[in-house]
């Protein structure tokens, strides 16, 4: 009996070890993905919409208002690329599209300081009042950091039945987040990416 539960125990040590563990540091490296909808929104009585070839901007410096480069036209394109291929035909504004879509961007810089408790380094640890010191204390090692984030947020408006319901619903909104890295491009690469992703959880969004 002893044997036979020592080879089970292997063959569960062996069968653990061949298990296909995830890799972590692509879940880091893709924006997380949010999709909303209005419940009470037929997506398939919308045939054609607009969307501006301008993205707002909203960042740390009051500057900021609208994108106008090559990132905010790519992010345009490749929204527009997957209304597209849902059936939903491309208008100019003065033409009455059934939709219209908003699209934002934001930067935003976290500062933060991390301070050790004062187990810190144990069994090494050391007591501020040792050396005299008394609230409010600082230590000397304390960490400083800055995390850079990205959302790329986009709003699908209904505008056909404005006039009638005297109000602007919206009913589909987008929301990527995620850290962002030195490389504009790459950047640039994930958000496209989040945005086919986005559309690709949100099936019902289609014009018939």
């Not at 298990?19 to 999709?35: C, H, W, Y």
Request: charged letters at 15%; aromatic letters at 14%.
């Amino acid at each position: 009996m002893k044997r036979i539960n020592h080879l089970l125990l292997l063959a569960l040590i062996l069968l653990a070890a061949c298990r296909k563990e995830p890799d972590l540091s692509q879940l880091s490296g893709n924006f997380v993905v949010q999709t909303d909808r209005d419940p009470a929104a037929q997506f398939n009585s919308f045939k054609t919409f607009y969307i501006s070839d301008t993205v707002a901007y909203i960042s740390s410096n009051p500057k900021d208002s609208i994108l106008t480069d090559n990132t905010a036209k790519s992010l345009v394109a490749q929204i527009r690329k997957n209304m597209e291929a849902r059936g939903y035909v491309y208008v100019g504004r003065a033409f009455k599209p059934d939709l219209g879509i908003n699209t934002v961007a934001v930067k935003d810089v976290t500062v933060g300081v991390v301070y050790p408790g004062y187990w810190w380094g144990y069994p090494g640890y050391w007591d501020p009042w040792d050396w005299g010191w008394y609230y409010p204390y600082y230590y000397p090692w304390a960490t400083t950091y800055s995390i850079t984030t990205g959302s790329v947020i986009a709003e699908i408006i209904d505008v056909k039945n404005a006039q009638a319901n005297q109000k602007l619903d919206v009913t589909w909104t987008m929301n990527l987040n995620g850290a962002l890295g030195s490389s504009a491009s790459t950047n640039l690469q994930r958000a496209l990416d989040g945005i086919d992703q986005a559309f690709n959880q949100s099936p019902y969004l289609k014009a018939q």
